[in-house]
């Protein structure tokens, strides 16, 4: 059974879903903008796709919350970008996700302490030294 994931902006609170995709702005380095959808099933990279704007695998992307245009980056240094996710049971949790584009890592938080990775990509970082921006 697939698991329903709902997803929030950090600062502004709107809901980012659109059936099962998460809608966020996103921005290259050379200012072509437009709108990416993200699979809303945590560690499933395989539907990650732009309509609007053409994206090369490596490319580090700029993500921003599409009501608010706060930009999600949270951890620079990790090119992770954060959102809110309310899970099941209604518990708000915190997700980092590589805004490399065709990085697969993405690290679920909770109570700020680290929860559970997905993706072949990712890391082992030692967040409980890093403050995560609020
Ligand atoms: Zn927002």
Redesign the pocket.
């Known amino acids: 059974m697939k698991k329903e994931y709902n997803y929030y ?6 809901s980012l879903n659109v059936k099962n995709n998460v809608v966020l702005t996103v921005r290259k380095e050379n200012g072509d903008s437009g709108i990416v959808f993200l699979d809303s099933e945590l560690g499933d990279y395989t539907k990650v796709n732009s309509s609007s704007i053409k994206l090369e695998k490596g490319e580090i992307v700029q993500l921003f ?6 930009n999600l980056l949270c951890l620079p240094d990790y090119n992770l970008a954060r959102l809110v996710m309310k899970d099941k049971d209604g518990e708000n949790l915190t997700v980092l996700f590589s805004v490399k584009y065709g990085e697969e890592s993405t690290y679920l938080m909770k109570n700020d302490k680290i929860h559970s990775k997905f993706g072949r990509h990712k890391q082992e970082i030692d967040f409980e030294s890093l403050s995560l921006c609020k």
């Open positions: 902006c950090p600062t502004c609170s709107a919350c599409p009501v608010c245009h706060k």
